[in-house]
């Protein structure tokens, strides 16, 4: 079990920056990959950047040149610096886990935190 809990959320005003923190305890070596998602009211829930056991990153299209994603040691603490905000990343941002259950048949588990609301205002 991993449980992981998100902070920094907030209200900013458009072109302003927030970090939000993803901190990971329970089976935190078994961690796969983590990743941030958002929800926007009315949307589906979408991927907004993942960071990798092995520090690969990728991001979403919408959110290149203004987000970063970063890890504190190992990858137990996940960060997600979000630069030059829009009104429509206004959203609920959620963390991810995946958590390994058998690397040689690539199972895994997800694990999400509860979400923090990000409010971008214009």
């Known amino acids: 079990q991993v449980q992981l809990v998100e902070s920094g959320g907030g209200l900013v005003q458009a072109g302003g920056s927030l970090r939000l923190s993803c901190a990971a305890s329970?089976?935190?070596?078994?961690?796969?990959?983590m990743a941030w998602y958002r929800q926007a009211p009315g949307k589906q829930r979408e991927l907004v950047a993942t960071i990798t056991s092995g520090g690969s990153t990728n991001y979403a299209d919408s959110v290149k040149g203004r987000f970063t994603i970063s890890r504190g040691s190992g990858l137990t603490t996940v960060y997600l610096q979000m630069n030059s905000l829009k009104p429509e990343d206004t959203a609920v941002f959620y963390c991810?886990?995946?958590?390994?259950?058998?690397?040689?048949?690539?199972?895994?588990?997800?694990?999400w935190g509860q979400g923090t609301q990000v409010t971008v205002s214009s």
């Open positions: 991810k886990a995946e958590v390994w259950v058998q690397r040689i048949r690539n199972m895994y588990n997800n694990y």
């Open positions: 329970g089976s935190i070596f078994s961690i796969k990959s």
